[in-house]
C-alpha cells in the first residue's frame, strides 16, 4: 500500500461540494444562442402528487354515479370550474398499509410510507427504517434527464413540528411519501425561502439578468473544481481516488444540467423576489408553495413534485375558518356531529388551496397550451376514512391533461381493492416511464384516457 501524506483541506472540498449541489439550480431561461424561441413545454410531461394527511370524510367526497360524468360533491365544491379536467378514480387499496399481525397500531405511519411505493414499511423506531422506492422518484429517473432538478419533495409541515408519530414507527415514515430506495428517505423541504433558494439560486429573485450573473459565476467555481480534482486524484491513495471519482462523476452531472440549461430558451416568469420564510397563515403559506411549484413547471427546472399538505398525524388546527381542533384529532370523530361538520371544512378548506394551484396552472401559458394541460396531479390520501384508519376505497382524484393522456370529466370505479399502485403503473406509462411492476402492483388501469 502507497500512502501518501497530500493534505485535501476540508474547506476547499466542502466548498466544491457546495458548487456541485448549487448548480442544479442555474436558471435555464437565458439562451446560449440567438433566433425565435423555442417551447421546451412542446410534448413535455409532468407529473404532481399532492396528498392530504388522515384521510378524508369520504361521504362528502365520493359523488353518488359512478362510471360516467363526474358529479361534484361537496369536498370537490372549490374545483368545480375544471370538472372537466378531473378524473376520480374509486375503489383503490393500499393493501401495504394496513396492519400485519401482530403489529397493532401504526395506520397513519404505514398510510404514509406505503402510499406511493407499495411496499408495507418495516415497524421500527430505529434507523433501520424500510419502505420502497417511491413512484414519483421512479418516474424522476427519466424525467429528470431532461431538467437541472430530477425532483422536488416539499411540505407544509416541517420534521421538527409539534406532535407524535405513531408508536414503535419511526418518524421518518409519516414526514415523507418519497424514498429513492428502500432505506433512504427524502426530506420534504416546507420554508419557501429555501424552495426559492433551490430553484433560482440565492440571487433573490427571478430576473434573468441576476439568473445570468449567479450562473457565470458558478461555472467559473465548476471550472476550478474539476480541475483541482483531476490534480488531486493521482496524488492520493486508492480509498481517497474513489471518493474523489464519485465526486466528479457529480461534477459531471452538473455540467451536464447547464448544457442543458443553455440549450434552453428565455421564459418570461412572473417577477418574484425570495421569501422571507414560512408565512404565520396557513392559507399564505400553502398559496406561496403552490406559486413556487408552478414557477418549478413554468421555468422547467423540474417535472416531478411530490407535496404533502401534512404529515400524517397532523395536530395541525384552522382557527382561520373557525375550526380550533387539530386535524388528527378532528379525523377520530367518532360520529360526533359537531367535530365532522368541522372536519368537512378542513377538507374542503385544503381543496380549496388545491383549486388555487389548478387555477395558477389552467392561466400559465405553456407551449401551445397551458401548465394544467401537460400536467397529470394526482390528489388524495393514503387512508380514506381516517376515524377506523380505512386503507380501502381510497380517495384518489387525477387533475390535468397528462399532455393528452387523461380524458377528464368522469368518475370511474375499479375492482374492489384494486392496488393503487395499478394506478401509478398506469400514469407512469402514460409519462413515458415504463416499468413492469411495483410494489404491490398486480396490473394496470386500461380506461385513464378513453
Known amino acids: 500500500m502507497i500512502v501518501t501524506r497530500k493534505h485535501l483541506p476540508r474547506r476547499t472540498f466542502l466548498r466544491g461540494l457546495g458548487v456541485t449541489l448549487a448548480l442544479p439550480m442555474l436558471d435555464s431561461m437565458v439562451p446560449a444562442f440567438g433566433g425565435a424561441p423555442v417551447h421546451a413545454a412542446e410534448g413535455v410531461r409532468r407529473l404532481g402528487v399532492v396528498y392530504v394527511p388522515n384521510g378524508m370524510f369520504m361521504p362528502n367526497w365520493t359523488p353518488a354515479v359512478e362510471g360516467g360524468p ?24 393500499s393493501e401495504e398499509g394496513i396492519a400485519r399481525p401482530g403489529e397493532g397500531a401504526g395506520d397513519h405511519a404505514r398510510a404514509a410510507g406505503a402510499f406511493l411505493t407499495g411496499v408495507h414499511p418495516k415497524k421500527t423506531e430505529g434507523h433501520d427504517i424500510r419502505a420502497g422506492v417511491s413512484m414519483d422518484q421512479i418516474a424522476a429517473r427519466v424525467l429528470g434527464q431532461e431538467t437541472q432538478l430530477a425532483s422536488l419533495e416539499l411540505s407544509l409541515e416541517s420534521a421538527e413540528r409539534a406532535g407524535s408519530c405513531d408508536p414503535g414507527y419511526s418518524c421518518a415514515y409519516a414526514n415523507t411519501l418519497c424514498w429513492s430506495s428502500a432505506t433512504t428517505p427524502l426530506p420534504m423541504a416546507s420554508n419557501p425561502r429555501a424552495v426559492f433558494e433551490r430553484l433560482f439560486g440565492t440571487s433573490g429573485t427571478t430576473d434573468p439578468a441576476a439568473w445570468l450573473q449567479a450562473r457565470q459565476h458558478d461555472r467559473s467555481l465548476l471550472d476550478m473544481v474539476t480541475a483541482k480534482v483531476a490534480r488531486l486524484s493521482g496524488e492520493l491513495g486508492p480509498r481517497d481516488r474513489v471518493k474523489l471519482n464519485e465526486y466528479l462523476e457529480a461534477v459531471r452531472d452538473v455540467e451536464r444540467r447547464i448544457q442543458t440549461a443553455e440549450q434552453q430558451t428565455t421564459r418570461e416568469l412572473p417577477p418574484m423576489d425570495q421569501p422571507a420564510g414560512v408565512p404565520d397563515n396557513f392559507e399564505a403559506h400553502a398559496k406561496l408553495m403552490f406559486d413556487l411549484q408552478v414557477l418549478a413547471y413554468q421555468a422547467d427546472l423540474t417535472r416531478v413534485i411530490t407535496f404533502m399538505m401534512g404529515h400524517e398525524t397532523s395536530n395541525r388546527a384552522y382557527p382561520d375558518i373557525g375550526v380550533p381542533d387539530a386535524h388528527h384529532a378532528l ?109 404491490d402492483s398486480n396490473g394496470r388501469l386500461d380506461t385513464l384516457s378513453v
Open 70 to 93: 363526474l358529479e361534484i360533491s361537496q369536498t370537490l365544491q372549490p374545483l368545480a370550474r375544471f370538472k372537466d379536467r378531473m378524473l376520480m378514480v374509486s375503489g383503490l387499496c
Open 331 to 439: 379525523s377520530h370523530h367518532g360520529g360526533d356531529k359537531i367535530l365532522i361538520e368541522r372536519l368537512k371544512k378542513v377538507d374542503s378548506h385544503l381543496t380549496a388551496m388545491f383549486a388555487h394551484y389548478v387555477d395558477r396552472l389552467a392561466s400559465t401559458p405553456d407551449g401551445n397550451g397551458t401548465l394544467l394541460d401537460s400536467v397529470m396531479i394526482l390528489y388524495g390520501s393514503g387512508m380514506s376514512d381516517g376515524n377506523r384508519h380505512d386503507h380501502h376505497d381510497l380517495p384518489a382524484l387525477l387533475v390535468g391533461g397528462g399532455a393528452g393522456q387523461l380524458a377528464g370529466g368522469r368518475h370511474m370505479r375499479v375492482a374492489k381493492d384494486t392496488p393503487n399502485t395499478n394506478l401509478f403503473l398506469t400514469m407512469l406509462d402514460k409519462l413515458g416511464v415504463a416499468i413492469e411492476t411495483m410494489g
